[in-house]
Structure formats: C-alpha cells, structure tokens
C-alpha cells in the first residue's frame, strides 16, 4: 500500500508539495533558531538591567548611610 502511494505521488505536482513542505520545515527551523537567539539576547539584557537597578539603588543607600553617619 506505501509503494502505491509513492508511486502515485511521484508526479510533478506531488513533487512540488513535497518540496514545499521541505521548504516551510527549514523556514520554521530558521525562524525557531532566530528566537532563541533573541530570547538568549534579551536574557543579558535583563542581566544587565537587574545590575543597573541594583546599581542605583546601592548608590541611594550609600548616599542615605553618609548622610546618617554624617549626622
């Protein structure tokens, strides 16, 4: 039964949907390989803003603690 359907599907247009059905497997591979490389982006970007914030705030306690032992 599978090498009649083979055979009956090896014409032009069967051999077209085959190839397009290759075609939107790689168009879906780039694309899931194209978001996990802006998900690994936007993860050290997060990283980075988390040290900026931790930053600031270190700073506003370091000025809070001056002004409290300067008193």
Not at 34 to 46: D, G, H, K, N, Q
């Amino acid at each position: 039964m599978d090498d009649l359907r083979e055979h009956r599907f090896a014409c032009a247009p069967g051999l077209r949907i085959e190839a397009h059905e290759r075609l939107v497997a790689l168009q879906f591979a780039q694309v899931a390989a194209t978001l996990e490389r802006i998900e690994a982006v936007m993860e050290r970007l997060e990283r980075r803003l988390w040290l900026a914030v931790y930053g600031v705030v270190a700073a506003i306690g370091a000025q809070a603690a001056q002004q409290i032992v300067g008193l």
